[in-house]
């Protein structure tokens, strides 16, 4: 596949302070070698550039700019990334290389059963979870949101340590389970950290499953973790299998848990 390359110069130029607030702000500007491209910071739409360059003002932070141009067939998006700083006193050049990614325009659906290719992560795929419209997908270090409908990059999350194996969505929450034993609640739709858990000492979290507002967790040392979803709360541990529990589900009030032992369990789940 041919890559094409978007030079992307951005100057974060001396900050400037408002009337109204005492926070430093920097002059993002971008210029590009391609004519109109659409510029999003942090997922979201800011601005357009047709030829030359566009400011943007920030408050002092880091940043995820992408910048997109769809191709003349509609088939593909000229697509280039990268994360700054935008600070006082601040200048730098950026060059992002261009991936073609495919969009779901209506000839593309009618020549391929390949409705959109998405590409972000920079390392293995580990997990993904679908809900409210959204795809949420997780790799080595950092959770990555979608949109469903049109395939667009909206926001990445970042917070373990290390590989993120399992995920789940339910009542407008993402909830992720590491390598590092971690178990996050975020919000879906602000990326915000609800909460930390830790029930699974030193453990791989292999699973993760939602219903009636409890999250059941599964880990490396066999043992299967009941949590309140709005809490946090530790309800119960369930101790049965003795290897790695690799597979989860949950119907009509019970849950059921596969092992590398060989074994399947079926669960009650506590009221």
């Known amino acids: 596949m041919k890559r094409n390359l978007l030079f992307v110069l951005i100057f974060l130029l001396v900050p400037f302070f408002t009337a109204c607030s005492d926070k430093p702000k920097g002059k993002l500007r971008i210029s590009a070698d391609m004519k109109d491209i659409v510029v999003y910071i942090n997922?979201?739409?800011?601005?357009?550039?047709?030829?030359?360059?566009?400011?943007?003002?920030?408050?002092?932070?880091?940043?995820?700019?992408?910048?997109?141009?769809?191709?003349?067939?509609?088939?593909?998006?000229?697509?280039?990334?990268?994360?700054?700083f935008v600070g006082s006193d601040t200048s730098v050049k950026i060059d992002l290389e261009i991936k073609k990614t495919r969009v779901p325009s209506e000839?593309?659906?009618?020549?391929?059963?390949?409705?959109?290719?998405?590409?972000?992560?920079?390392?293995?795929?580990?997990?993904?979870?679908?809900?409210?419209?959204?795809?949420?997908?997780?790799?080595?270090?950092?959770?990555?949101?979608?949109?469903?409908?049109?395939?667009?990059?909206?926001?990445?999350?970042?917070?373990?340590?290390?590989?993120?194996?399992?995920?789940?969505?339910?009542?407008?929450?993402?909830?992720?389970?590491?390598?590092?034993?971690?178990?996050?609640?975020?919000?879906?739709n602000s990326g915000r950290l609800i909460k930390s858990l830790g029930g699974h000492p030193d453990c791989i979290i292999s699973?993760?499953?939602?219903?009636?507002?409890?999250?059941?967790?599964?880990?490396?040392?066999?043992?299967?973790?009941?949590?309140?979803?709005?809490?946090?709360?530790?309800i119960k541990s369930l101790k049965g299998h003795t290897r790695n529990i690799v597979a989860l589900a949950i119907a009509d009030g019970k849950i059921v848990s596969g092992s590398y032992d060989g074994t399947i369990i079926i669960w009650k789940m506590p009221k």
């Open 43 to 84: 997922g979201k739409k800011k601005a357009e550039i047709g030829e030359g360059y566009t400011n943007i003002l920030l408050p002092e932070g880091d940043y995820e700019v992408s910048v997109e141009k769809p191709s003349e067939d509609g088939k593909w998006i000229y697509r280039g990334m990268k994360k700054v």
């Open 107 to 188: 000839k593309f659906k009618k020549t391929s059963e390949i409705f959109a290719i998405l590409k972000g992560h920079t390392d293995n795929i580990l997990d993904l979870a679908i809900a409210d419209g959204k795809i949420v997908s997780s790799s080595y270090d950092t959770i990555r949101i979608w949109d469903l409908n049109s395939g667009r990059f909206i926001k990445f999350l970042e917070g373990h340590a290390n590989n993120i194996f399992a995920l789940a969505i339910a009542d407008g929450k993402i909830v992720s389970g590491s390598y590092n034993d971690i178990i996050k609640i975020l919000d879906l």
């Open 207 to 234: 699973d993760l499953a939602i219903a009636d507002r409890k999250i059941v967790s599964s880990s490396s040392d066999g043992t299967i973790k009941i949590w309140d979803l709005n809490s946090g709360r530790l």
